[in-house]
């Protein structure tokens, strides 16, 4: 190319009108509202719009940019724009409606493909050309809010080939609302899973966040992320490398996959089950299991569909030695399409390699297992026989460099900002349950930082608040995703805010439920009430406004009861009341003249309530007449209460436990849920009365206690006088800080997978606190909220170390004794905390049951002056009473 031709060709490109993505064939514009039409040429140029017989032109200024103000249109379409300067571009098939901005992460994002088996009706009945979506593609960006989208985009009409593409809570919003207004539909999908609210923060909204701020600035360093991106692509390559050439399964012939491979000395395992849980243990890598089924001669020969459940984390399926499916991460239904060629008559083997990085491997529960020729169906749960193919360390999580503050929004949402919008629906907050209180924060700055960044004022905010999830418990201490649903409520403080409650909508074993439509009809409801009119509208269920104690029993009121209150069964339950010391139980509740009663003989006089507080509250059934469930809520803030030094009793008290022994559930947790007392049980993960006996502490765990971090295989310095029985596999003077870190970190894990908390205590191990002169519990201190030390001392609360806490060490003392020590720490205002073993034998250091049961009895007696919980509830309170000082 000659040098003329090369700025002949150049001077071309320059002059190119050209379009923001979004505004392509098919695109939805926003009704009833003056539009900014704008794009990018050449500086200098003239620009020509025409559109429904009106004609628009302007110059580009001199970045090349240019707008029209396009005055208000009634809903309908489709029409054309024409552009026109050194080029022209016709954009076709506009319609004018609503436009939604559907954001958030996974449960917005999941598509209808998704839910494909759920809802085949609806997807065949789907064909609806003003219904329409575009998919935003996922990208970060840290140095500066873009003003378009790089990838293309674009505009899909709901029918039954295109729907599979569409988030599903939005569509089935998208549809409610059509099929009121017949108004067309534009759905901007921009959510992406596992995103935090932080994602979506502009960069002016960060910096009311310190921590996240400096996260986002951290990252506008390319270099940094390539670093990372390259380490961690990496590790995983290296890992999976390692795994391929160890694991028999795929290195010996016959393969393992093989249907002549003979597995006759093989062990067996249920099917669904995690492999932790029975013969196999705790371990990663790659475990086979295999199964023989018969095939009648109806199904032979047959396209089938093999359904299996959900896998952690990775699975390769193979039919009579044909692989059939393989997904490499544990979220999506493995639902496989079978070809007709697979199946034979009579004994068919299904093989399943399953590879696990870490954590619990193995196959969910309350999934559908079965193999399907149309009506014809096999059952494939039960016995299954199963060999570890390879034992591989865990493999590390990457880094996932767009879940951090700031890129979403640049990237994703920044660009949307130019657009006139109905309004923004929003389902997400699954990835912050780690730190209710840190969203509590962030998630009504977002939807005041969207508000500002779009200047249309206090659009529609319509939001999800998370749904039931995880196993089921009799009873919750506490619980993060009821805290952060307790957020998500309170963000209806801000004005023409709607929330979708869900708290009947999800399941206990998957984060990302199928029933899709409730949930998009519910916004839908919300929408018609916040954004169009519809005043007399009941869009929510009940919504807690107060409470009253009267002759001994709790006044509960709500609002938009509707035409009036009713429970889902036969009793009204989800309820629990406590008195002064915060001790919940299950109250005995009736509705009476639209105002729910509580009661409970043991507590005379009620002050607390709290509905629906636990992760997967399935008892909870309170509805206005309508169908709506009621939102989870309390009506006190631990927080507030912490603020005053131990709770506003003349002291505390903390019963601890050591080295989870069989005493403990036998003779210790009995007598404390009796009379509803809470104790922290410190844990080391490897003693053989945990790992005999784990569903008995998950249990005790559900029951309120805490499950402390005492390491997983009780280090001690085996180089002090007395300390000849220390294992030397064990001994703390060989191992480095290091080492005895991550053992602490590893217990942390092993202990959240069980109780599913992310706040814990530690205790020393025989009160060591340093390896030589290293001390490893500054690195810690992220890792765990306090510490109990060995050392005996009763403190007030103003000169305790959190991470040093004294307590009183158990050997037999009298009852008489013990509780002389209580009264020590009432003349004192101090805490004092009881260091058990043995509890009527179990260990050499022991307390008669008839001792211990009489201290218990005395604070339960006592609980008026006295504050007995466990030692995460007492540190937060000695944290919040420090900082206030």
């Not at 059509?178 to 999908?189: F, K, R, S, W």
């Not at 805010?497 to 409801?525: C, Q, Y």
Request: charged residues 20%; hydrophobic residues 40%.
């Amino acid at each position: 190319m000659t040098i003329l031709a090369f700025i002949v060709c150049s001077s071309n490109l320059l002059a190119q009108i050209r379009l923001p993505k979004l505004l392509s064939d098919g695109v939805v514009l926003q009704r009833d509202t003056e539009l900014r039409i704008f794009g990018w040429a050449s500086a200098g140029e003239t620009v020509r719009l025409k559109f429904n017989k009106q004609n628009f032109e302007t110059v580009t200024n001199a970045s090349g940019e240019w707008e029209f103000l396009l005055p208000p249109q009634k809903a309908g379409g489709p029409y054309q724009m024409t552009f026109r300067g050194k080029n022209s571009i016709e954009v076709n098939n506009i319609l004018f409606g609503d436009v939604w901005i559907c954001s958030g992460q996974s449960n917005m994002e999941i598509s209808m493909e998704r839910v494909k088996e759920k809802y085949p009706k609806e997807i065949a009945a789907s064909k609806n050309p003003f219904i329409r979506q575009i998919e935003v593609v996922d990208a970060y960006d840290f140095h500066q809010p873009q003003t378009d989208f790089k990838a293309p985009m674009q505009w899909l009409e709901a029918n039954p080939e295109t729907i599979y593409k569409f988030s599903a809570v939005a569509y089935f919003f998208a549809k409610e609302l059509y099929d009121t207004y017949q108004v067309p539909i534009g759905l901007v999908n921009a959510a992406l899973g596992g995103a935090r609210v932080s994602c979506f923060l502009s960069e002016e909204a960060l910096k009311e966040f310190p921590e996240d701020y400096q996260v986002a600035q951290e990252f506008k360093n390319d270099s940094l992320i390539e670093a990372i991106t390259t380490a961690d692509n990496k590790r995983a390559e290296d890992w999976h490398k390692e795994l391929n050439s160890n694991d028999l399964g795929v290195n010996q012939l016959p393969q393992w996959s093989d249907p002549q491979y003979n597995d006759f000395d093989w062990n067996q395992m249920m099917v669904p089950g995690f492999w932790a849980d029975q013969s196999l243990g705790f371990v990663n890598g790659a475990v086979w299991f295999r199964k023989t089924i018969d095939v009648p001669k109806s199904m032979a020969g047959k396209p089938a569909k093999l359904m299996m459940g959900r896998v952690v984390d990775q699975d390769f399926i193979y039919i009579n030695g044909q692989q059939v499916g393989s997904i490499s991460y544990q979220y999506p239904p493995r639902r496989y399409e079978v070809a007709p060629d697979i199946l034979k008559e009579g004994k068919n083997v299904i093989t399943v390699r399953v590879v696990n990085q870490s954590g619990r491997g193995g196959f969910f529960y309350d999934k559908p297992y079965c193999l399907a020729v149309g009506n014809d169906t096999i059952d494939l749960k039960g016995i299954w026989k199963y060999r570890l193919g390879t034992n591989m360390p865990s493999l590390a999580s990457p880094t996932f460099i767009r879940w951090k503050p700031l890129g979403l929004y640049n990237k994703m949402i920044a660009p949307l900002t130019q657009f006139k919008i109905k309004g923004v629906l929003f389902y997400q907050g699954e990835s912050n349950t780690y730190d209710p209180q840190l969203y509590a924060k962030q998630f009504p700055a977002l939807i005041s930082d969207w508000r500002a960044q779009w200047g249309q004022g206090d659009f529609p905010f319509l939001y999800v608040q998370l749904p039931n999830y995880m196993q089921q418990y009799n009873t919750e201490k506490e619980s993060q995703w009821a805290q952060l649903r307790e957020a998500q409520w309170k963000a209806l403080l801000l004005p023409n805010t709607g929330m979708a409650v869900a708290i009947d909508a999800g399941e206990w074993n998957d984060i990302h439920p199928l029933n899709k439509k409730v949930i998009g009809k519910r916004l839908a409801l919300q929408a018609r009430s916040l954004a169009y009119g519809e005043q007399n509208l009941v869009a929510s269920g009940p919504l807690f406004t107060s409470a009253m104690e009267r002759n001994g029993a709790l006044y509960v009121n709500f609002k938009n009861e509707g035409e009036g209150m009713v429970c889902h069964g036969d009793a009204l339950k989800g309820f629990e009341i406590a008195g002064a010391n915060l001790h919940f139980v299950k109250a005995n509740a009736s509705i009476e003249n639209n105002t729910v009663v509580l009661s409970h003989p043991n507590i005379a006089d009620p002050q607390y309530v709290r509905y629906a507080w636990a992760n997967n509250p399935v008892e909870a059934n309170l509805y206005n007449k309508g169908g709506l469930p009621a939102s989870p809520f309390r009506n006190y803030d631990p927080g507030t209460l912490h603020k005053v030094a131990w709770q506003g009793k003349q002291c505390a008290v903390v019963l601890t436990y050591d080295d989870a022994l069989d005493v403990h559930l036998d003779n210790v947790a009995p007598l404390l849920d009796e009379l509803g007392m809470k104790a922290t049980f410190y844990i080391s993960a490897a003693a053989s009365g945990f790992t005999s006996r784990t569903k008995e502490w998950q249990t005790l765990a559900s029951n309120g206690h805490e499950l402390g971090n005492h390491t997983l295989y009780h280090p001690c310095l085996g180089n002090l006088p007395g300390r000849e029985w220390v294992n030397p596999n064990y001994d703390l003077s060989t191992y480095s800080i290091e080492k005895m870190v991550e053992e602490i970190r590893l217990t942390n894990a092993f202990l959240g997978v069980l109780d599913h908390k992310t706040e814990r205590t530690f205790a020393f191990t025989c009160g060591d606190m340093a390896i030589g002169d290293r001390t490893f519990m500054d690195l810690l201190r992220g890792d765990l909220v306090g510490a109990r030390t060995v050392y005996k001392g009763i403190e007030p609360i103003d000169a305790i170390d959190p991470y040093a806490i004294k307590c009183f060490g158990v050997n037999g003392e009298s009852g008489e004794e013990l509780i002389a020590e209580v009264e020590k720490a009432m003349k004192n205002k101090g805490l004092l905390v009881f260091l058990f073993h043995g509890v009527g034998g179990g260990h050499s250091l022991n307390v008669s049951l008839e001792a211990h049961e009489a201290l218990v009895r005395y604070l339960k007696a006592h609980e008026d002056v006295i504050w007995t919980d466990t030692m995460l509830d007492v540190v937060k309170n000695i944290k919040a009473n420090q900082e206030q000082q």
